[in-house]
């Protein structure tokens, strides 16, 4: 899934929480969603390892599944 920059429509790059526009050279704040549910992820964070859990019932949710949204 690509992420659009808000403001030029660009392709972000998107890693840990944070999108980056090459075109406008700006960061944009991601919400990392359950797939299920739609309802924000736990964020984890250990050792340089970030996982992701669903506090209203899904668990544990693999990297591949988040889905990411362009917060407030």
Not at 45 to 52: H, Q, W
């Amino acid at each position: 899934m690509s992420i659009i920059c808000p403001d030029c429509h660009a392709e972000l790059e998107h890693q840990n929480g944070v999108a980056h526009c090459d075109s406008c050279q700006k960061d944009v704040l991601l919400e990392a969603r359950c797939p299920e549910c739609h309802q924000l992820l736990q964020v984890l964070k250990a050792c340089g390892a970030v996982d992701y859990f669903c506090q209203n019932g899904h668990g544990l949710i693999s990297k591949k599944r988040v889905v990411f949204i362009i917060g407030n």
